[in-house]
């Protein structure tokens, strides 16, 4: 069974940095896609960035391109959002989320797993 368990989220000032964390179980990490996405207050979700867990290429969605950094411990089984230089417009629920592919990019409804959010909260 595939789990995905997100962690990590808090509360940081403005111009601070929160590492998130995915705990992966129930399926080979190097054959999926994972992705982070964010679901602020009154908004929609939207993807935040993607790393294909086969060779490691990642995108970035571009408000968070240059400060946050994904990447993977495949000895931990874990995938983490290194968030730098964050700001208000960063408040949100983050999720991660996996999918077997091909397609590599951060659009939600391509995903078929899911885990629940953590909630990161930026004070300016």
């Known amino acids: 069974e595939v789990q995905l368990q997100a962690s990590g989220g808090g509360l940081a000032q403005a111009g601070g940095s929160l590492r998130l964390s995915c705990a992966a179980s129930?399926?080979?990490?190097?054959?999926?896609?994972i992705g982070w996405f964010r679901q602020a207050p009154g908004k929609e979700r939207e993807g935040v960035s993607v790393?294909?867990?086969?060779?490691?290429?990642?995108l970035y969605a571009d408000s968070v391109s240059g400060r946050f950094t994904i990447s993977i411990d495949y000895d931990k089984k874990m995938v983490y959002l290194q968030m730098n230089n964050l700001n208000a417009e960063d408040t949100a629920v983050y999720y991660c989320?996996?999918?077997?592919?091909?397609?590599?990019?951060?659009?939600?409804?391509?995903?078929?797993?899911w885990g629940q959010g953590t909630l990161v909260t930026v004070s300016s």
């Open positions: 989320a996996a999918d077997l592919g091909p397609q590599f990019a951060v659009v939600e409804i391509m995903y078929d797993f």
């Open positions: 129930g399926f080979p990490l190097n054959e999926y896609i």
């Open positions: 790393v294909d867990g086969f060779d490691g290429r990642a």
